[in-house]
């Protein structure tokens, strides 16, 4: 299977790329064609005055046709492309899961403390570790 790579950052409703120890991880999710006008691309309405996205928009609107779609229902329509090197076991390989954030424990390393976030989460194709992206933390 060869994931299909983004040729530039509006493609993409989601993009990131990190490395923990030994292993690394690029993941994306690009943006889904209209499912009314089946032309346009849906993506976060755009603020009038200054043209940029929305950020904490609750929908998802073709820039065509102007069909709305609830953001939560949009993004579980979606799948993550990821390529990853598995921090386990060092296996380098290709996976496609749905974009659909879990709850997952996270342990401090520091301190030891345990927290929960939200995390696309799957498995190594060779160990079966599991492997999380998490989304962005805000530091202290």
């Not at 043209?51 to 928009?57: L, N, Q």
């Amino acid at each position: 299977m060869t994931l299909k790579k983004p040729k530039s950052m509006d493609e993409c409703i989601y993009f990131t790329n990190r490395s923990k120890g030994k292993g690394k991880t690029k993941a994306w999710v690009f943006k889904k064609t209209c499912p009314k006008c089946k032309d346009g691309v849906m993506a976060k309405p755009r603020d009038p005055k200054t043209g940029k996205p929305k950020i904490r928009a609750k929908e998802y609107v073709c820039l065509n046709c102007s069909f709305t779609e609830e953001k939560k229902e949009h993004e579980e329509s979606l799948n993550a492309c990821i390529i990853y090197t598995c921090p386990n076991c060092i296996h380098e390989a290709e996976a496609e899961i749905p974009y659909k954030r879990k709850t997952v424990q996270i342990i401090d390393e520091e301190t030891g403390k345990k927290s929960s976030a939200k995390a696309l989460q799957f498995l190594c194709e060779k160990c079966k570790e599991k492997i999380n992206i998490t989304k962005k933390m805000k530091g202290n």
